[in-house]
């Protein structure tokens, strides 16, 4: 019995360090935005050791890499990889994410932060649109690290970023309401063309692009005209060649 119960009790050990991990959202890092900027990053791999030492793993000979949440100058956050964070694209549902902070403690933190300069048309609606964050208490529960009257809003001194790997390095995109000057700026690929803000929008990789949408969709129509037309054509000349080949065969038969 002592015996099992000190199986169960390994057994447990090595069980609940998995359970943590995936109910932690972000894990601090001992990296600043500068640092992930300067990564080298190795593309193929075929073992661990061949990537360096803030890649994730080496799958299917490629070197995998995490993203961050960063904030100015300060320490940037690991993203769990096994959890996707819509909030860098739409961030409607107000999320709280649990963080293990520098001391491996859990607490809370809201990723989303506020733009209230001014009233935005964030929804080209025509309509001035309010926009909150789940209720904080104190700074340090937001990523902006700015709590105003409940509301986690955007620092001027410490912009919000989200960091990731493009392939060859690291690109830090800025999240929404944080001031832009154009699409390249934000993590959600849309800067508010007036308002100069980043705001929602698909990004072109997850939601395709509108444009090419568009292109392809003309393309399509302009082949399928084509091809309509050529078979008119063709129909065209059968009947041509069927009324001559008619008319010989008349001829034939009246002489």
Not at 205 to 224: C, H, Q, T, V, Y
Request: with cysteine.
């Amino acid at each position: 019995m002592i015996k099992n119960n000190k199986n169960i009790f390994i057994l447990s050990l090595l069980i609940c360090p998995l359970v943590f991990s995936e109910n932690v959202d972000f894990t601090y890092s001992k990296y600043t935005i500068n640092d992930i900027k300067k990564f080298d990053i190795v593309e193929e791999c075929s073992s661990n050791s061949d990537c360096p030492n803030f890649a994730i793993e080496c799958a299917k000979n490629k070197c995998v890499y995490p993203e961050f949440a960063c904030s100015g100058n300060q320490n940037c956050y690991t993203l769990n990889p096994n959890k996707n964070f819509n909030m860098f694209l739409n961030d409607d549902d107000n999320s709280v994410y649990t963080v293990l902070d520098e001391n491996n403690n859990n607490k809370k933190i809201i990723a989303k932060s506020c733009n209230l300069s001014k009233d935005f048309d964030r929804n080209y609606d025509d309509i001035p649109d309010n926009c909150t964050t789940a209720k904080c208490s104190s700074n340090d529960e937001c990523l902006s690290n700015n709590c105003i009257s409940g509301i986690c809003q955007v620092n001027n001194s410490s912009p919000t970023y989200h960091c990731k790997n493009n392939g060859i390095y690291y690109v830090c995109n800025e999240l929404l309401d944080e001031h832009c000057t154009n699409d390249n700026n934000c993590a959600s690929y849309k800067c508010h063309e007036s308002a100069y803000i980043c705001v929602k929008e698909s990004s072109p990789i997850e939601g395709g692009n509108n444009d090419d949408d568009e292109n392809s969709s003309s393309k399509g129509l302009i082949i399928a005209c084509i091809a309509i037309l050529v078979i008119i054509i063709l129909m065209v000349l059968c009947c041509i060649l069927c009324m001559k080949r008619s008319s010989k065969n008349k001829e034939v038969n009246n002489n």
